[in-house]
């Protein structure tokens, strides 16, 4: 495939739907931080066919998972809903696992945010707890409300992974909209980061050849102050640069 040289690599970012106005729509945050680490936004329309969303793809040298205010179908990862399972978007679960796919496919640089992480497990084989508050004995306040960016609680992250080293602390503090959490890992997943009632913040695939990232927390809120939040769209912006130079190919030069 040839493609033309253009500085800012192309970021797809999957949508989300308002049922209620039948719209796709997405916050502008995701966008504006993708753009200041130096890529080009891309908005992928949640429509679930296989040859549109190749399509879209084949164009693109990274993937942001955005996080929604819809939760993962679980009987996607076997299980019953629970009575606080929160609303269910069919279309928003089947058009992000056919962007997984093509991304495992093509290996193509991920970075996948809250709701993003979760589609991420499950399209593994992971699962999920549904409720945290319910479920997980002596939880934190995973909800904080607004204002949203504010970071709430701290995060421990594990030693020699890509997480640590992008971010180049153990201790951070972040911020958290979620009442849903990883529960088992998927395949060729690892967790990175926990907090203190052991829930899980952050997981990556550890193999060498590919940039799969994935946290539970939302960077793209407060990005400009927050040196973490910079750092990980930095070097997920970095890596998609990377792929689409190793890709270019010039076009020669007629005699």
Same mark, same amino acid.
């Given at each position: ?37 130096? *890529?080009? /936004?891309? &908005? ?5 066919? !296989? ?5 879209? @793809?084949?164009? #693109? %040298? ?86 949203? *960016?504010? /970071?709430? &609680? ?5 030693? !020699? ?5 992008? @971010?180049?602390? #153990? %201790? ?84």
């Amino acid at each position: 495939m040839i493609k033309t040289m253009n500085k800012r690599p192309r970021i797809g970012i999957t949508m989300r739907i308002e049922h209620v106005t039948d719209r796709f729509y997405l916050s502008r945050h995701y966008s504006e931080a993708v753009e200041a680490a130096g *890529g080009a /936004p891309v &908005h992928i329309s949640l429509i679930p066919n !296989s040859e549109y969303i190749d399509s879209v @793809v084949e164009g #693109l %040298d990274g993937i942001l998972l955005p996080g929604s205010d819809s939760d993962v179908d679980p009987l996607r990862y076997g299980q019953q809903p629970h009575p606080e399972l929160g609303s269910v978007h069919t279309s928003k679960d089947e058009t992000d696992l056919l962007v997984i796919d093509a991304v495992e496919r093509r290996r193509i640089p991920l970075f996948a945010i809250c709701f993003g992480m979760q589609i991420l497990n499950v399209s593994r084989g992971g699962t999920l707890i549904q409720d945290i508050r319910s479920q997980v004995t002596d939880a934190i306040k995973h909800e904080q409300g607004i204002p949203r *960016g504010r /970071p709430s &609680h701290r995060v421990r992250l594990s030693e !020699s992974t890509k997480l640590s080293k992008i @971010v180049g602390t #153990l %201790d951070a503090v972040v911020n958290s909209h979620h009442h849903q959490a990883i529960e088992s890992l998927g395949a060729d997943l690892v967790a990175t980061a926990w907090t203190t009632d052991g829930v899980i913040e952050a997981m990556e695939d550890p193999r060498p050849d590919r940039f799969v990232m994935a946290v539970q927390w939302h960077p793209e809120l407060g990005w400009e102050a927050d040196v973490v939040s910079q750092q990980l769209f930095k070097s997920f912006v970095k890596h998609a640069a990377q792929r689409r130079e190793s890709e270019f190919e010039p076009i020669p030069t007629p005699a």
